[in-house]
């Protein structure tokens, strides 16, 4: 499998919008792998995951191959994560050739407010889409990929999931947003056990204090990884990204990267690209 990431950011992105602390002054001004936009990545160059108002730019500068894409899962509803203009110009009138079904997948909460949207902006009857539902730990097959989803500790009201991918082959774990997984979601890693051969976690609170819900930081993440050992759903040659990064984490990727390769993370930058 490959993963690739676009957007590494949390919602403000790094630089901030409207802030100049010492993490935003020194992205700005060193660029290139500091510099952060709102989080998306791509599984194999099909599967989607979010849909943040970035996308624009991660088609435009990245490459991201927009056009092809069939398949979108959402985490949750935030708007770093769910921008739902961006899935509304996908129709008649903003499009000029024929598109297939887009579909997009997502918690309650998500798929109601795409919907509530595209109807508002008067495009529901004028794209296609298919809009799913999904239910946290029922897995679902899309494309070539069996996805679980996961229940996060994050904002409750979004019912944010993280989810689980397996080709059959080989299979990941990205877990964003959220803090340290909740004991339901531990209970169902326990009882089915998968083996992940990649795990990206939320580190939004990079060096700084754990939130203790929400986000994690970097201890958070080695808590994450120590219990997935435990429960043999990952080892040694499993590959751990930090990924999800906020200005409140009082590190830049150049201050981040030396501590988190020491603990044997990888840290995540917009373009990067893994295939395991
Ligand atoms: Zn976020
Ligand atoms: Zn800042
Ligand atoms: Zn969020």
């Given at each position: ?39 998306q ?27 092809q ?10 708007a ?7 899935i ?8 000029k ?19 509530d ?13 298919n809009?799913?539902?999904?239910s946290?730990f ?16 994050h ?41 992940f051969?990649?795990v ?20 958070d ?7 997935l ?5 990952a080892?040694e ?5 930090l ?34």
């Amino acid at each position: 499998m490959k993963l690739k990431y676009y957007g590494t950011a949390a919602a403000e992105g790094v630089p901030a919008l409207y802030c100049s602390c010492e993490v935003c002054k020194y992205s700005k001004i060193k660029g290139g792998k500091n510099i952060r936009t709102r989080s998306q990545a791509l599984v194999d160059g099909r599967l989607l995951i979010d849909m943040p108002p970035d996308t624009l730019y991660h088609y435009q500068f990245m490459d991201l191959p927009l056009s092809q894409i069939k398949n979108v899962l959402i985490t949750h509803k935030h708007a770093d994560h769910l921008h739902t203009p961006t899935i509304g110009v996908r129709s008649g009138g903003f499009v000029k050739e024929e598109l297939s079904h887009l579909n997009l997948y997502g918690s309650m909460p998500s798929i109601d407010l795409i919907f509530d949207d595209l109807r508002k902006s008067g495009v529901l009857d004028r794209g296609k889409w298919n809009l799913t539902e999904l239910s946290p730990f029922m897995s679902i097959q899309i494309d070539n990929y069996t996805v679980t989803p996961y229940k996060a500790n994050h904002a409750y009201e979004t019912y944010p999931f993280f989810y689980g991918i397996s080709d059959g082959e080989k299979s990941m774990l990205y877990g964003h947003d959220t803090g340290y997984f909740l004991d339901e979601t531990w209970a169902h890693l326990e009882e089915n056990k998968p083996y992940f051969n990649l795990v990206s976690l939320d580190c939004t609170m990079g060096l700084a204090k754990s939130c203790g819900h929400k986000h994690m930081n970097i201890d958070d993440c080695e808590k994450v990884r120590e219990r997935l050992f435990k429960n043999g759903s990952a080892d040694e040659s499993t590959i751990f990204v930090l990924n999800h990064f906020s200005h409140n984490g009082k590190a830049s990727y150049d201050d981040l990267v030396p501590i988190a390769e020491n603990k044997g993370f990888l840290v995540s930058y917009d373009g990067m690209e893994i295939e395991f």
